[in-house]
């Protein structure tokens, strides 16, 4: 005997969700990483200009 677990319904699709199965569209997230006024999708270019700040202000 399984355990009483709730039915999960699927969410009823969007007219965006529609059209983007429609077409083969697939959404994907983008990972920001920010430092000062300037925002970053790779880690190495926001490490890159931390570094260059710090160099400028040790000289």
């Known amino acids: 005997m399984q355990p009483n677990r709730p039915t999960q319904m699927p969410l009823p699709s969007t007219p965006d969700e529609d059209e983007t199965?429609?077409?083969?569209?697939?959404?994907?997230?983008?990972?920001?990483?920010?430092?000062?006024?300037f925002r970053y999708t790779k880690l190495e270019d926001a490490?890159?200009?931390?570094l260059r700040r710090n160099a400028g202000v040790q000289a």
């Open 47 to 50: 490490i890159a200009e931390a």
């Open 21 to 37: 199965a429609r077409y083969g569209i697939t959404r994907e997230t983008v990972e920001y990483f920010r430092l000062g006024n």
